[in-house]
């Protein structure tokens, strides 16, 4: 789909540390998956007409991502975290992506703070906090709150369209990729634990 560039960065961050994270488990997947679905119908249109070829020529997670420049912070967040080789591998995974427009709304100074070298750590929490073990597609994502690979839950809500946390807006889904499927959303998730010291 032509969300797949888009989201080769998002979601080669968010890959990377699901490969980290080896104690997801599917039923978080499915149900990130079927928030993901409700969001499907809404978007499939502009998925489609904006994002390219089919699944037959994806890439992995970080290739689709990188080759959209919509997702141009992400994979460099992804580089900075050293999260691109987990998120090119086998997988599956299933990336929220947030575009550059979603990192540009992030609060002065928060996106250049995360990208220091010295806290990479604390980059790699927010960016598998985006990130769920498993392969789940918008038909099977589910309201209710889903692992992710950073450790916490995000919380999937249905009604009115897709949400995490209750402000991210799903707003392309099921961008293909080789090692999983990349979902679009409109904001950066942020886990409790780093916000609170932000």
Do not use: Q, R, W
Not at 64 to 93: C, K, M, Q, W
Not at 171 to 181: E, P
Request: charged share 15%.
């Amino acid at each position: 789909m032509k969300i797949k560039t888009a989201v080769t960065g998002g979601v080669a961050a968010l890959l990377i540390l699901t490969g980290c994270s080896s104690g997801g488990d599917d039923s978080a997947a499915t149900t990130s998956a079927a928030a993901t679905s409700a969001a499907a119908s809404e978007s499939e249109a502009m998925t489609s007409e904006s994002m390219g070829s089919g699944a037959a020529e994806a890439g992995t997670i970080v290739d689709v991502a990188a080759g959209n420049p919509d997702f141009s912070t992400l994979v460099a967040a992804v580089e900075a975290a050293g999260l691109a080789e987990t998120l090119s591998g086998t997988g599956p995974f299933t990336v929220f992506a947030p575009t550059n427009a979603a990192f540009e709304a992030l609060p002065a100074g928060v996106l250049d703070m995360l990208l220091l070298p010295e806290n990479k750590e604390t980059l790699t929490k927010v960016l598998t906090y985006h990130v769920v073990p498993g392969e789940v597609t918008s038909d099977k994502v589910t309201a209710g709150d889903v692992a992710t690979v950073e450790g916490s839950t995000i919380a999937i809500t249905t009604e009115g369209g897709v949400k995490i946390n209750g402000t991210a807006t799903v707003t392309a889904v099921d961008v293909d990729a080789s090692n999983g499927v990349i979902h679009v959303i409109d904001e950066v998730l942020i886990p409790a634990e780093v916000a609170a010291t932000l």
